[in-house]
């Protein structure tokens, strides 16, 4: 009952006119940056943080949370009929999505991406609902032990499975943990790091720190290389699946909402990982493996459920541990905070209309998406039309006035500059902005457990192996990093790493 009264409470915050409207542009702008090759949902959110500082935390988050799932519904789009992925995650629907396009089936295509998004989104938000409130409660258990050991897992798995060097991946994340460590100590009111600079006492902000590597640094990358756009022009005509199609993909479906939702669970699992294994398990399970990338059908809807009930899942670490597990989390984390408020156990107890609020609004959000992506898909094909350079000088701008609006600082502005800079050298030298948000998220709070914790044991580092929960975090840490040392697991890396990029 305390999940229907909750749900309850949660409907009343989500269906107020200003909340609506906030999750109706979340979910519109987040189909469009699905939609729109180059620019991610990650890049999108850095570049509206900002505006969830003009509204109360319940719209701005549930607007932020929009734009995530949503990006999942319009990569879709892009993958089948230009054969370009609008997000990391939707590379695999190109295979076969974009050949039933070539064969003219882009409407099943295109409705079967939808629909199955649509059912792996509902699936992930009920999930959410029922596993959060357990979880919350056995994690009100864990101390400053505990929280460290996980979030050192955390950031030990997620430079696992980033792209590329393991050593580069390692060496972002110790950058961001030193970027989190400039301003005030938290103990001792100290000033580390700050050069004598006054701007620098509460520390670098987020707001600009993402918005120079993700958005500016997408934008210098994209400059550099022209998107060739193979837009199909045949008639797409009915979008609704045959009865065939249903039949060949109702257990992809299942299986891949299934999968999908456990490994946005994970630290630095998420939608592409996801999307990856879900192709690759249909193919593996299917009794005719030659027809995927010759037009099979479930080669859209496994990878497309997994990407959707992975982005619900990923909620989960977030709001119940309050761990963001990957750099998309991070930046929910990041709007969390901006608004004073920190995820984790005590936010159902503390705050119960937000988390309650957050999850009615994506069961509203997913019926939106259904109904923005089935009747508006041929908008969406005039927009991919739109050439970069018409939207790169406007997304620089958008760039331009967030970061400044964020804090009223030119400082902010020169931040945001040299990080794009950075951002765009990382890109060209094989490293990974990912470790580095995540760990300068983490940094503050990593660096505070350590610290309380070993105020507790009177500087003995054993309380760490001593309690069961903190052992094993640390163990699986230790795992993650000696793993890329044994050649079958160097493989097995090496192959994910090339499947993402």
Known sequence: MDIIAGLGQGFAVALQPINLLYCFIGVFIGTLVGVLPGIGPVSAMSLLLPVTLSGTPEAGIIMMAGIYYGSMYGGSTTSILVNIPGEAASVVTCIDGHEMAKQGRAGPALGMAALASFAAGTFAVLALMLVAPSLARVAIAFGPPEYFSLMLLGLTILSFLSQGSMAKSLLMAAVGLVLGLIGMDQITAQPRLTFDRLELLDGVG???????????????????????????????????????????????ILRGTVLGFFLGILPGGGAVIASFASYAMEKKMSR??????????????????????????????LMTLGIPPNVVMALLLGAFIIHGLQPGPLLMVQKPELFWGIVASMYIGNVMLLVLNMPLIGMWVQVLKVPYSVLFPL??????????????????????????????????????????????????????????????????????VERPISAVCIILAAAALVGPLLPGLARRRARIAADQT
């Open 206 to 252: 987020l707001v600009p720190i993402v918005m120079g590597l993700f958005g500016v640094a997408e934008i210098l990358s994209n400059l550099e290389q022209e998107l060739k756009r193979e837009l199909i022009r045949a008639n797409i005509g009915s979008l609704w699946p045959s009865l065939a199609d249903w039949a060949a993909s109702k257990w992809a």
């Open 395 to 464: 997304i620089l701008m958008f760039c331009i006035v967030g970061v400044f609006a964020s804090g009223n600082a030119v400082f902010d502005v020169f931040v945001m500059v040299v990080f794009g800079v950075l951002g765009y050298l990382m890109r060209k030298f094989g490293y990974e902005p990912a470790p580095l948000v995540l760990a300068f998220v983490l940094g503050p709070m990593l660096e505070n457990n350590l610290r309380k914790s070993l105020i507790l044991s009177h500087g003995d580092f054993t309380i760490f």
């Open 288 to 317: 005719t493996p030659e027809r995927f990338g010759k037009g099979a059908i479930e080669g859209v809807a496994g990878p497309e459920a997994a990407n959707n009930a992975a982005a619900g899942g990923a909620f989960i670490p």
